[in-house]
């Protein structure tokens, strides 16, 4: 048996029925590491000795004694001195942190490529980007280099990667999970949530990490009940919004995800047409609200305090530290970051309307499926406007699912479903009605 084949589910239950130890389950995985590491650049730290069921870290969140880089060359020397809450709360529950994953600089990019540590690559076609920014965070559960792993999801950084990696990602609503001890990227819009085999084992992560620990104030609540509120889809309106099925979709990703909506359609739940009229503002929105935050998060990064000096940021970092140094100044800050604040607005309030009609949203999560390595990467326009289907959620606060759900010549397609603020059990049930009721997630990359 490959144990690394197993999801989070059937590796708990493996683990009580003793089927095998711990001890053989961090070497089946730790032995996929070694073999796959240098073709994929997943990992940028291995844990050699660990017991406990083996999550893969974002780089980003920190790790006590684990170096925490945020893939940046600035804090190549950093060890933090404890755990982020997460982490902590991951250990209870007998997990270990087998590694820490890549991923864009700060958390700024779509393809990996914003690195300072190199790109990850597509455990689907080694030629092609894993998207971003958590790339080794969903190329690890694709290539079954861990059990589940952890993300941040700001504009999509869950979800997209998710997507072209053929994983499941959940980016949580605003508030659920804690960030302390996340390095913050963009504090209005960043969640951290995990990537897992199949939707179930969100559920299991998300009932983990979240409810508040009074170190992050804008978390609260109890941690997640799973309630799984309903067993099929009568009686459950889902909504397609036609803002999502515009220009710039790729036509085979729009059949795939059309066949998907039509599959729930035949589970029973009632398709309803709906409108997000403000999401095409809300790009140019959050290229304000993002590097503005930016511009204030990243200014702690001195070189007197921890890591290096500002002249190791790249360039993705500067030119958003700049753009946000700009919206914030005198003279400008009503012009494009209070205008943008009140874009943000519009957008949570077409969320707001559309759930009147809908329990779920569904659509793409990506406009495309993994594009080559290079592509886009002088063109941050174009690498920008693959984010449009993810950002929007993120200015609302809602949450936001993507599961596998078909391939277009050989590279994996996301079903996003968005739920309303703290619908995770609503977006997770609907999820799992469709998982039951395909075999997209049990398709693997061949390596
Ligand atoms: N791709 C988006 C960006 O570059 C989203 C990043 C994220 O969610 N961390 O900002």
Redesign the pocket.
């Known amino acids: 048996m490959d144990l690394t084949k197993l999801s989070l589910k059937q590796t708990i239950k493996a683990l009580e029925d003793k089927q095998f130890s711990k001890q053989e389950l961090n070497r089946a995985y730790l032995s996929k590491i070694d073999t796959l590491n240098s073709k994929l650049n997943v990992f940028l730290e291995v844990e050699k000795n660990t017991l406990g069921i083996p999550a893969a870290i974002k780089d980003i969140i920190i790790t006590q004694n684990i170096k925490t880089t945020a893939g940046s060359k600035i804090l190549s020397n950093f060890l933090p001195p404890y755990n982020a809450t997460v982490i902590g709360r991951l250990l209870e529950k007998g997990c270990s942190v087998i590694g820490k994953t890549n991923h864009?600089e700060f958390?700024?990019?779509?393809s990996g490529e914003n690195s300072a540590y190199g790109v990850t690559k597509n455990p689907w076609n080694l030629k092609k980007v894993p998207g971003?920014?958590?790339s080794g965070s969903a190329a690890a559960v694709a290539a079954d280099m861990c059990v589940f792993s952890l993300g941040?999801?700001?504009?999509?950084?869950?979800r997209?990667p998710a997507s072209l990696c053929g994983v499941v990602g959940l980016k949580t609503s605003y508030g659920r999970v804690s960030r302390y001890g996340a390095i913050a990227?963009?504090s209005s819009?960043?969640q951290i949530g995990p990537f897992t085999k199949t939707v179930e084992d969100a559920r299991t992560i998300l009932e983990w990490i979240s409810g508040e620990d009074g170190l992050d104030a804008n978390c609260h609540g109890k941690p997640f009940q799973p309630q799984k509120s309903f067993k099929n889809l009568s009686g459950i309106k889902i909504g397609v919004p036609k803002e999502y099925f515009g220009k710039g979709l790729d036509k085979g990703v729009e059949k795939v995800i059309r066949e998907a909506i039509k599959k729930l359609e035949e589970l029973g739940g009632e398709i309803v047409e709906v409108s997000l009229p403000h999401t095409e503002y809300a790009i140019a929105a959050?290229y304000i609200i993002?590097p503005s935050e930016v511009s204030s998060n990243l200014a702690k990064f001195d070189g007197i305090r921890f890591g290096f000096d500002r002249s190791k940021f790249g360039a993705?970092a500067k030119r958003r530290i700049m753009l946000g140094t700009f919206t914030l100044s005198a003279g400008y800050f009503d012009d494009y970051f209070i205008k943008a604040a009140k874009v943000r607005t519009l957008i949570k309030q077409d969320f707001e309307k559309a759930f009147e009609k809908v329990d779920v949203i569904v659509g793409p999560v990506s406009p495309t499926v993994a594009w080559d390595i290079g592509e886009k990467f002088d063109d941050p326009l174009a690498?920008?406007l693959?984010?449009a289907y993810?950002?929007p959620a993120?200015l609302a606060g809602i949450c936001g699912l993507s599961l596998p759900c078909g391939f277009v010549e050989g590279l994996p397609v996301g079903l996003q479903i968005l739920g309303k603020y703290w619908g995770e059990d609503t977006i997770l049930s609907v999820g799992e009605i469709y998982e039951q009721a395909t075999d997209w997630h049990k398709e693997k990359p061949k390596l």
């Open positions: 864009d958390a700024m990019g779509s971003g920014s958590s941040t999801d700001t504009g999509g950084s869950i997209q990227l963009s819009l960043d959050y993002l993705e690498m920008y693959s984010d993810t950002i993120n």
